[in-house]
């Protein structure tokens, strides 16, 4: 039996573009299934909302989403780790994070001597970004 821990994103309208967006940046296969889809008539929930959306990644990552979350909730100051060794799709993911977003901190060599990087990107979601040195 396998057990899983896995991001579960909550957004205020834009799931649907946010779970576009970060399968643009990290490819991969995105199953989107709205309230609507479930029966909902709205207004609220919207029927064009979503309701869960998942995204399974080449590299094994699995990122969920839905419309309808409280991101001002305590506990939900929660940032996503990318790392590894592969400086290039790094770097790449943090550029691609970055566009529309915000760089809290360079994507640069850093003291303890690997590349890190911070990015809230455009959907108010912090990425933390490890290129093992």
């Given at each position: 039996m396998t057990v899983r821990?896995?991001?579960?994103?909550?957004?205020?309208?834009s799931a649907r573009e946010a779970m576009e967006f970060y399968r643009s940046v990290l490819g991969g296969d995105l199953q989107?299934?709205?309230?609507?889809?479930?029966?909902?008539?709205?207004?609220v929930p919207p029927p064009e909302g979503v309701m869960h959306?998942?995204?399974?990644?080449?590299?094994g990552f699995v990122l969920m989403g839905s419309d309808g979350?409280?991101?001002t909730t305590e506990g939900n100051g929660v940032s996503v780790s990318l790392?590894?060794?592969?400086?290039?799709?790094?770097?790449?993911?943090?550029?691609?994070?970055s566009e529309g977003?915000?760089?809290?901190?360079?994507?640069?060599?850093?003291?303890?001597?690997?590349?890190?990087?911070?990015?809230?990107?455009r959907f108010g979601v912090r990425w933390l970004v490890n290129a093992a040195g």
């Amino acid at each position: 039996m396998t057990v899983r821990l896995n991001p579960y994103l909550h957004f205020d309208g834009s799931a649907r573009e946010a779970m576009e967006f970060y399968r643009s940046v990290l490819g991969g296969d995105l199953q989107v299934m709205t309230f609507g889809d479930m029966g909902a008539e709205g207004p609220v929930p919207p029927p064009e909302g979503v309701m869960h959306a998942q995204l399974d990644t080449p590299d094994g990552f699995v990122l969920m989403g839905s419309d309808g979350g409280d991101a001002t909730t305590e506990g939900n100051g929660v940032s996503v780790s990318l790392s590894g060794d592969d400086l290039p799709t790094l770097e790449r993911w943090f550029a691609a994070l970055s566009e529309g977003g915000v760089v809290d901190v360079a994507f640069e060599k850093q003291m303890w001597g690997d590349v890190f990087g911070q990015v809230t990107d455009r959907f108010g979601v912090r990425w933390l970004v490890n290129a093992a040195g």
